[in-house]
């Protein structure tokens, strides 16, 4: 199991904008997911790196923008109008196996590779 690297989080005021960085080196999918305090790590978006097909947990629909550089190796995750309840750890995961193309990969269990978390706190 390879770590991967988030970076990026920190305190925002609502509506204000951030984005998420994590190294993407050699995955089929890199995939963001959220936790909450006292809730359960959640899906928030997914992009495959080459063909850049990406989707998103409905509530991540408009606001959440997943995309790649290639040439960087890295994937980032642009957070728009943030809200109060976009505070959480944010975390970068990686998939190893094989992904046929059109399968959303939305589940932990879907990916091999995690980032240790990032920090998202925003203030009212």
């Known amino acids: 199991q390879v770590q991967l690297v988030e970076s990026g989080g920190g305190l925002v005021q609502a509506g204000g904008s951030l984005r998420l960085s994590c190294a993407a080196s050699g995955r089929s999918v890199m995939g963001w997911f959220r936790q909450a305090p006292g809730k359960e790590r959640e899906f928030v978006a997914a992009?495959?790196?080459?063909?850049?097909?990406?989707c998103y947990a409905d509530s991540a629909k408009g606001r959440f923008t997943i995309s790649v550089d290639n040439a960087k190796e890295r994937v980032y995750l642009q957070i728009h109008s943030l809200k109060s309840d976009d505070t959480a750890v944010y975390y970068c995961?990686?998939?190893?196996?094989?992904?046929?193309?059109?399968?959303?990969?939305?589940?932990?269990?879907?990916?091999?590779?995690w980032g240790q978390g990032t920090q998202v706190t925003v203030s009212s």
């Open positions: 992009i495959s790196p080459i063909g850049s097909s990406t």
């Open positions: 995961a990686g998939r190893d196996r094989p992904s046929p193309s059109g399968t959303c990969y939305s589940t932990p269990y879907d990916y091999d590779d």
